[in-house]
Structures are given as C-alpha cells and as structure tokens.
C-alpha cells in the first residue's frame, strides 16, 4: 500500500489547513487510518484516527476540537482538516495505515506510512 500525503505549508496562527492522505489500497476500507506529526528532536506522535469498520473518529487531547479526521472509502483518501492552528501544530505529518486493526495511538502498531508533508505555523 503505498500512502500520498499533501496539503501541508505555512500558515499563520488561528488558520487552518487541509491535509488529505491518497491510498493505493484496493481494500482501503479494510484500513483504519492514522494522522501522526513529529516535529524536530521529538518522537513522532499520534494525532487523530478513524475506524475502518465503523467511522469512529479519535483525537489526541491537544487537538480536540480543532481537528477533524474523514475519510472517503470511494475515493481511497483520507483528510485532516485543521482549524485554529497554534504554533506548536508544526511539524511533519504523516498518515498510516493499520490493516484491519483497531485504531492505535501507537505508531508501531501501523503497517504502512506516507512520506509527511510539513505543516509550519506562525506565531
């Protein structure tokens, strides 16, 4: 499976981006899907997650209420809207697939990942 991550630059704090997630998986609604951001000399990090089975939606506390994770199983993509942006929003984003599996918070737990696209805001 291979995962296209884009969306990503340079905002400035209170605004918002949209990242989307391209999958090449013929069976991406078997996927549970993953957002992670790691930004410089920290560990990569669980940001949000949607179920494969039933849409279920999960968030990490620090971007509860910003945040909200989709998904279009017609179209293999899943997207990362990102509203009220902070400057420690930035980072690297990334997103990962879990075959079958609960979503997890953690990473190891993915079995595949996108290539992040750089998310940098301002303050």
């Known amino acids: 499976v291979q995962l296209q991550a884009s969306g990503g630059g340079l905002v400035q704090a209170g605004g918002s981006l949209r990242l989307s997630c391209a999958a090449s998986?013929?069976?991406?609604?078997?996927?549970?899907m993953g957002w992670f951001r790691q930004a410089p000399g920290k560990e990569r990090e669980f940001v949000a997650g949607i179920s494969w089975s039933d849409g279920s939606t999960y968030y990490a506390d620090s971007v509860k209420g910003r945040f909200t994770i989709s998904r279009d199983n017609a179209k293999n993509t899943v997207c990362l809207q990102m509203n009220s942006l902070k400057p420690e929003d930035t980072a690297n984003y990334y997103c990962?697939?879990?075959?079958?599996?609960?979503?997890?918070?953690?990473?190891?737990?993915?079995?595949?990942w996108g290539q992040g696209t750089q998310v940098t805001v301002s303050s």
């Open positions: 998986a013929r069976t991406f609604s078997s996927y549970a």
């Open positions: 990962a697939a879990r075959y079958r599996g609960a979503v997890s918070h953690n990473k190891l737990t993915y079995d595949f």
